[in-house]
């Protein structure tokens, strides 16, 4: 049945498939760093070409006030990674003890806070994620035990409900294999991030407003003007790391540098003034289309690494488990984002998670075959929603 099942994976999900590993932070991805022509990339950042306001779209962005300007959006992503690292202490052989108050005191911290500015359906997930996680530190999983008897092997809590545990000396995953950790950091990244960047791009924006919006995204001023698309020692981070990632920096512009040209627009925009008003609002469009554009490309890439995962030989059952909580997370991070401001519906999420089996990700381990049949239906579904192309969709599934 693995064999089949392999060989069904590849046969409809592409030779991406045979490559992709655990996670963009695997070292067993395969990369591509290739040489960048400077013809496409100068066009998407701006270049010298000019608004139809007639101001020039400067080649640099000007970052000289960002620190002081985005000092509260750092701190928001600061906790994000704050969140994430504290959870990371509770995994592996030699774990900290790490509470749901733990967590919820990163949440709760500001003004303003991952949880004010978060929507009410993420505020509800990462409640109960963070529930979960204090009650399976101290337990482990197993997902065949999970299939025999709906309880595993981390039991009940006191209410009589299945918890979760730890899977394989690794991650805690809930009782149905939710892997906690990643779920939780993408959830932030749209649910809370996302939400907020709408909320200050709602009012009135200047340049200190659209440096607010970079530190959001997870750039940085060095990084939108690195010519070579490599921030020296600094990184990419939040929806930035993955926007780079699914950007092959070569040929038409991807999301990367497409979210790089529209803030250097929407700099030159805001600053300018009303003249510019539309140009602003055009550029605001495409940094936030392909910001979700970003979320769900990275949701392929995801699911194609866990199925890659499970039906490898011998299988890979945690790192597919992993890699699934990173494709739930982002998945399920636009529900309850204001609909206006967004391509995917609530309604399509749904659909999106009842394909990928959101109620049962154990099953990627117990029943992989059907499950990455299912992953195949799911992939098409975010290529039709997004108009996607199959080039489009082999090439989210590679890490750049």
Not at 56 to 73: C, R, V, W
Not at 270 to 297: H, I, K, M, P
């Amino acid at each position: 049945m693995r064999n089949f099942a392999k060989l069904f994976f590849v046969a409809v999900l592409g030779a991406g498939a045979a490559i992709a590993a655990c996670g963009d932070d695997d070292d067993n991805v395969v990369r591509t760093r290739p040489v960048v022509g400077g013809d496409a990339a100068s066009d998407a950042e701006g270049g010298t070409s000019t608004l139809a306001c007639g101001v020039p779209i400067p080649a640099t962005y000007d970052g000289a006030s960002f620190a002081l300007n985005a000092k509260d959006e750092l701190d928001l992503k600061a906790r994000v990674l704050a969140i994430n690292d504290k959870m990371k202490t509770a995994e592996g052989t030699m774990p900290m003890p790490v509470t749901s108050a733990d967590l919820q005191a990163i949440f709760t911290a500001g003004p303003p806070s991952l949880r004010t500015i978060a929507t009410a359906y993420t505020q509800a997930t990462v409640d109960t994620y963070f529930t979960q996680f204090g009650e399976g530190t101290t337990r482990t999983w197993k997902p065949e035990d999970v299939e025999a008897d709906g309880g595993g092997e981390g039991g009940t809590n006191d209410a009589g409900v299945p918890v979760g545990g730890k899977y394989d000396n690794a991650s805690i995953v809930n009782a149905v294999g939710v892997d906690l950790r990643e779920a939780t950091g993408k959830l932030l990244i749209n649910g809370s991030l996302y939400n907020y960047a709408l909320q200050l791009a709602g009012g009135a924006v200047t340049g200190a407003t659209v440096d607010r919006l970079v530190a959001l995204y997870g750039s940085t001023p060095t990084l939108l003007n690195a010519a070579d698309f490599d921030g020296g020692t600094e990184q990419n981070g939040l929806i930035a790391e993955y926007a780079f990632k699914r950007d092959s920096k070569i040929g038409a512009p991807g999301t990367y540098r497409k979210i790089k040209g529209a803030l250097l627009v929407a700099k030159a925009a805001a600053v300018a003034g009303e003249a510019c008003r539309t140009d602003l609002q055009g550029a605001l469009n495409v940094f936030f289309l392909e910001w979700e554009r970003a979320s769900y490309l990275t949701v392929i890439y995801y699911l194609n690494a866990a199925g890659t995962n499970a039906i490898a030989i011998p299988a890979k059952g945690q790192a597919a488990l992993h890699a699934y909580g990173e494709a739930l997370g982002f998945a399920q991070s636009f529900k309850g984002i204001p609909q206006d401001r967004r391509r995917i519906t609530d309604v399509q999420i749904d659909g999106l998670l009842a394909t990928m089996g959101a109620d049962t990700p154990y099953r990627l381990v117990t029943r992989s075959g059907e499950r990455v049949q299912a992953f195949a239906t799911a992939i098409q579904q975010i290529g039709g929603i997004y108009g996607f192309t199959p080039t489009e969709i082999e090439e989210a599934k590679k890490a750049y």
